[in-house]
């Protein structure tokens, strides 16, 4: 079940590459959609969002750990993600957790707490 998310997000496409970041693009989201078919992630989800200097949008692949490092090794991946990197500003790659790895990682975070000194 998936507990593991690769958020995936970016700025804006360089100026002059526009052209190219779209077939980049299109490339990602071929790479995603045959591995959630073959069943090497649960599933992905594209976001895109409106104008606001900051973040252009974001994938978020949703898998098991095991999942989302398969697939962060993967040479196809990791062609696309320097193919991407030369033609869009702001790439950047997050592991996160969803599902049942939150609980686990409040867990974590709920004993750290244990071990700092309250302030009143």
Known sequence: MADRVLFMGWNAPARG???RSLEVFNEALGILGRM???GRIER???VL???NGELGGFITAHGTAEQLTALKEDAEFRRN?????LVVDG???IDGYAGEGIARQMGVYQDAIAQVPQRA
């Open 81 to 85: 993600t320097v193919d991407s990197t």
């Open 91 to 93: 790439i950047r790659h």
């Open 44 to 46: 992905f989800e594209v």
């Open 36 to 38: 959630e078919q073959d």
């Open 17 to 19: 590459s526009e052209g």
């Open 49 to 51: 969002l409106d104008p």
